[in-house]
């Protein structure tokens, strides 16, 4: 079977090597990029490395030309990039996802209907969830809660909203479109369950402000496990 080639900027780093082995994991050929070599202490897991210096066109050009690239994840800094890798990235077609962001306060009917309407429509993926509009699960009294007002709540009270929208998602869809997995991830095992419930990816937002940069690192690990 001919795998897939994924192509890593700046994957010699730690997110970038621990995503490395998470796709080789799942099967994908990984293509690293980087303008540093890889010097022994480097965590370089990939398939293939090229020394590129991506402000110049001419050293992309050539992994482009010697690799049929599937998908790219840029962990490399934005402002360095040439517009023409920018092109590459956003604007090549094949390139693109669209994905829909959905309230984790959808009823099952309203679900069926997400699930049609990706069916029907060119929509690459869902994304569940975003932002609740209820109020269930808080310690604050009505009070406050009513001094506060409208807006969208996230983080842990929303956790099971969510998890329970990735679930019916994945199970009605027979898993027909790729599922992001976000809402009260917390700890390394809430991202878990989110990947349990059918989730492909996970995304943390709150959960990223509470409890700091060192989340990521232990997802990773517990991923890898
Ligand atoms: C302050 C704040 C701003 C947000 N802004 C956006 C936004 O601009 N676009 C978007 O798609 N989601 C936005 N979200 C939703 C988050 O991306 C995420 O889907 C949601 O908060 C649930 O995840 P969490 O519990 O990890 O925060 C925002 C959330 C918060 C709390």
Request: overall charge positive; charged content about 25%.
């Amino acid at each position: 079977m001919i795998k897939k080639k994924i192509l890593i900027t700046g994957a010699t780093g730690f997110i970038g090597s621990h995503l490395t082995l998470l796709l080789k994991k799942k099967n994908y050929e990984v293509i690293v990029i980087d303008n540093l070599s890889i010097g022994k202490k480097q965590l370089f897991k990939g398939d293939k490395f090229y020394k590129v210096d991506i402000t110049k066109k001419k050293q992309l050009e050539k992994v482009f030309k010697e690799n049929k690239v599937f998908a790219i994840f840029h962990l490399a800094g934005l402002s360095k990039l040439t517009e023409s890798f920018k092109k590459k990235i956003y604007i090549k077609d094949d390139l693109k996802k669209r994905l829909l962001k959905i309230a984790p306060d959808l009823n099952n009917n309203q679900l069926d209907e997400i699930i049609e309407l990706v069916a029907e429509t060119k929509i690459d993926g869902v994304i569940a969830s975003n932002t609740s509009t209820t109020r269930n699960n808080l310690k604050a009294s009505d009070r406050l809660l009513k001094e506060i007002g409208n807006g969208g709540l996230s983080g842990q009270p929303i956790k099971e909203l969510s998890t329970r929208v990735i679930k019916y998602l994945a199970q009605n869809s027979n898993k027909a479109f790729p599922i992001i997995g976000v809402g009260g991830i917390h700890s390394a095992q809430d991202a878990l369950d989110k990947i349990e419930a059918g989730a492909d990816l996970v995304q943390i937002y709150t959960g990223f402000i509470y409890e700091g940069p060192g989340l990521i690192k232990q997802i990773n690990k517990a991923l890898l496990n």
